[in-house]
């Protein structure tokens, strides 16, 4: 049989604030962490804003020496990771073996700005003046590899590269690892600082990114005039565990992951199959895995992108899987908030949805203004409500076809 598994603790770096609690206060208020980029030149660029995460300090959360020898990907990760054990109460050595706690944390990108860095200074003071440690701040991986060392985290160690859908696959799949008895607690989710010239640069050139420079309506997604998404930078955190392992120590429990549904569309590298034929079968699995009915859902965290086919392929998967139920979900974007934080997104969509179980308030889509005809379930249009929530179902659609969903319920 297998085991249960609950959230006990969360930990977030977010354009929003710098720890989850921030980030939920603004998140529920339908406040913007949208702004004009500020890291390089955006003169020669038609993209303008951004969401940047703010006055983040690495040294308030590792040693400052080695925080030089990370990527900005990984300092967000390792701060987000501490900030979460913190809050579960956890003590790798004490409460829990070293041997019983792994990590799985994804990321989209990795450490692309230290690569663009490095190569200047390659182009323009030779090889010999190359950082020595420019491999192990670039690879995807060495988010989770410095998270488990950090904490002293001797299980399972992994990285999910799924671009958009990375930390969904990552908590995904440490959700499995648990519910396998392979371990008793995991360190997932996801982080990302790809606000970066190049990734600019192509995002741009695919015509992916909203060329509106104005923060504060750049990124809204479901309306009709949307124009592309807002890249952004983060990481978000779960602390998983094993259900007696939780109850048995007193832990504070946030939720219980009771779904992960995961496919391919085959069809595309950027673009979603027709109708979200993908993102269905994510769905379906997820709901199937949960062993719920689609009428036990309250309300979905869409992936929601503002771009134009992802938010018109994701409504239409939407009703098909729930099928006139769908007009009684509420459906909402917190990336009109965020940005989309590509590999980090769906880890603070995760701690979103854990509050939205425990404090009874969906999040509005800000910024949904006009009406797209094409676009017709509640998206909690600028307002957030109050209600009862039990079950959220949340979506991640990356480039390369990969759709995850997971499903978090109320815990009994």
């Given at each position: 049989m297998k085991k249960r598994v609950v959230v006990t603790g969360i930990g977030a770096i977010t354009p929003l604030g710098n720890d989850a609690f921030t980030t939920w206060e603004n998140i529920k208020n339908g406040v913007s962490g949208i702004a004009p980029i500020t890291k390089f030149d955006m003169e020669k660029f038609n993209v303008k804003v951004g969401g940047e995460v703010k006055e983040f300090n690495p040294e308030d959360y590792m040693d400052g020496k080695?925080?030089?020898?990370?990527?900005?990907?990984?300092?967000?990760?390792?701060?987000?990771?501490?900030?979460?054990?913190?809050?579960?109460?956890?003590?790798?050595?004490?409460?829990?073996?070293?041997?019983?706690?792994?990590?799985?944390?994804?990321?989209?990108?990795?450490?692309?700005d230290e690569f663009e860095t490095q190569h200047k200074r390659f182009l323009d003071k030779g090889p010999r003046r190359v950082n020595p440690f420019i491999i192990p701040m670039l690879i995807p991986d060495m988010a989770a590899g410095r998270v488990s060392i950090e904490l002293g985290a001797k299980g399972i160690?992994?990285?999910?590269?799924?671009?958009?859908?990375s930390g969904a696959n990552?908590?995904?799949?440490?959700?499995?690892v648990i519910q396998n008895?392979?371990?008793?607690?995991?360190?997932?989710?996801?982080?990302e600082a790809a606000i970066t010239e190049m990734t600019i640069a192509g995002f741009s050139n695919m015509t992916a990114l909203s060329t509106n420079p104005d923060p504060n309506s750049a990124s809204r997604p479901f309306d009709k005039n949307r124009d592309g998404f807002v890249i952004?930078?983060?990481?978000?955190?779960?602390?998983?565990?094993?259900?007696?392992?939780?109850?048995?120590r007193g832990a504070k429990i946030y939720g219980e992951l009771v779904g992960y549904g995961a496919t391919g569309d085959a069809y595309h590298i950027t673009t979603p199959a027709p109708n979200g034929e993908g993102g269905q079968r994510a769905m379906?699995?997820?709901?199937?895995?949960?062993?719920?009915?689609?009428?036990?859902?309250?309300?979905?965290?869409?992936?929601?992108?503002?771009?134009?086919?992802?938010?018109?392929?994701?409504?239409?998967?939407?009703?098909?899987?729930?099928g006139n139920a769908a007009y009684?979900?509420?459906?909402?974007?917190?990336?009109?908030?965020?940005?989309?934080?590509?590999?980090?997104?769906?880890?603070?969509?995760?701690?979103?949805?854990?509050?939205?179980?425990n404090e009874g308030i969906i999040p509005?889509?800000?910024?949904?203004?006009?009406?797209?005809?094409?676009?017709?379930?509640?998206?909690?249009?600028?307002?957030?409500?109050?209600?009862?929530?039990?079950?959220?179902?949340?979506?991640s659609l990356g480039f390369g076809g990969h759709n995850a969903s997971l499903i978090f319920k109320k815990y009994e």
């Open positions: 080695e925080a030089k020898r990370m990527g900005r990907y990984t300092q967000f990760a390792v701060a987000a990771s501490k900030m979460a054990i913190t809050d579960a109460g956890v003590k790798v050595g004490d409460n829990i073996s070293a041997e019983r706690i792994g990590v799985w944390i994804g990321s989209g990108i990795g450490g692309l160690n992994n990285c999910s590269v799924t671009a958009c859908a990552s908590i995904g799949d440490a959700f499995r008895g392979e371990v008793d607690m995991m360190v997932a989710g996801g982080t952004a930078e983060g990481a978000g955190i779960l602390i998983l565990e094993e259900l007696q392992h939780a109850v048995a379906k699995l997820a709901i199937s895995d949960a062993g719920i009915t689609p009428e036990q859902v309250d309300y979905i965290n869409a992936h929601g992108t503002s771009t134009y086919y992802n938010d018109l392929y994701e409504t239409k998967a939407i009703k098909e899987v729930f009684q979900l509420k459906v909402s974007s917190t990336k009109s908030m965020t940005g989309h934080l590509l590999g980090a997104a769906w880890a603070i969509e995760a701690i979103f949805s854990l509050f939205i179980i509005p889509t800000i910024n949904l203004e006009t009406k797209d005809e094409e676009l017709d379930l509640d998206y909690v249009p600028n307002v957030a409500i109050k209600q009862d929530v039990n079950v959220v179902l949340s979506n």
